[in-house]
T-cell receptor, first 113, second 115 residues
Framework: SQQGEEDPQALSIQEGENATMNCSYKTSINNLQWYRQNSGRGLVHLILIRSNEREKHSGRLRVTLDTSKKSSSLLITASRAADTASYFCATDFVGEYGNKLVFGAGTILRVKS | DGGITQSPKYLFRKEGQNVTLSCEQNLNHDAMYWYRQDPGQGLRLIYYSQIVNDFQKGDIAEGYSVSREKKESFPLTVTSAQKNPTAFYLC??????????????FGPGTRLTVL
């Protein structure tokens, strides 16, 4: 399977703390993306990092990518209760019939107020 | 408003019945995708389409069928051959080939339950 793996599976922190989620993958990629999913809803795109980039920021989000280790991390700083959700990494690679995303199993983040 | 709509939000099916899930987008995207999500798991790709009148099987296509007669529509039929269809189904779209980003935009999902 080319599916990525994420850890931890679940993370519970206090409001104001930082949350770090990790993602590992198996194949060469064009880019890696992070998505968020609130319970029972669709996914929302958070941030994309290209294979030739090492770090990217967007607001309170910081993503790193290490292609030599085939891993990425998502850091959410100064977390809020509203950040409670599931977070998925997705690797973008070119298949025989065009680009596809392969999603990891996700990290469930709970931010306690 | 631009976006992706899925209907219905909840769907109940008796065993042996085929059901069709609707997915419509007005983002002028070429590519569309169907995913299945089971509790506590990530998304698995069922079918995807890069252009009108063309589609490809994903990782778990057995028991499902799709059509892509219009750019904005990509309906998914869950057939009676799908042995365990109870799941949350998500439709997505992206700009398509030629884009190096492939950010996907998701609909709100349809929760299918087999009675």
């Amino acid at each position: 399977s080319q599916q990525g793996e994420e850890d931890p599976q679940a993370l519970s922190i206090q409001e104001g703390e930082n949350a770090t989620m990790n993602c590992s993958y198996k194949t060469s990629i064009n880019n890696l993306q992070w998505y968020r999913q609130n319970s029972g809803r669709g996914l929302v795109h958070l941030i994309l990092i290209r294979s030739n980039e090492r770090e990217k920021h967007s607001g309170r989000l910081r993503v790193t990518l290490d292609t030599s280790k085939k891993s990425s991390s998502l850091l959410i700083t100064a977390s809020r209760a509203a950040d409670t959700a599931s977070y998925f990494c997705a690797t973008d690679f070119v298949g025989e019939y065009g680009n596809k995303l392969v999603f990891g199993a996700g990290t469930i983040l709970r931010v306690k107020s | 408003d631009g976006g992706i709509t899925q209907s219905p939000k909840y769907l109940f099916r008796k065993e042996g019945q085929n059901v069709t899930l609707s997915c419509e987008q007005n983002l002028n995207h070429d590519a569309m995708y169907w995913y299945r999500q089971d509790p506590g798991q990530g998304l698995r790709l069922i079918y995807y389409s890069q252009i009108v009148n063309d589609f490809q099987k994903g990782d778990i296509a057995e028991g499902y069928s799709v059509s892509r007669e219009k750019k904005e529509s990509f309906p998914l039929t869950v057939t009676s051959a799908q042995k365990n269809p109870t799941a949350f189904y998500l439709c997505a779209s992206s700009i398509g080939q030629g884009s190096s980003y492939n950010e996907q935009f998701f609909g709100p999902g349809t929760r299918l339950t087999v009675l």
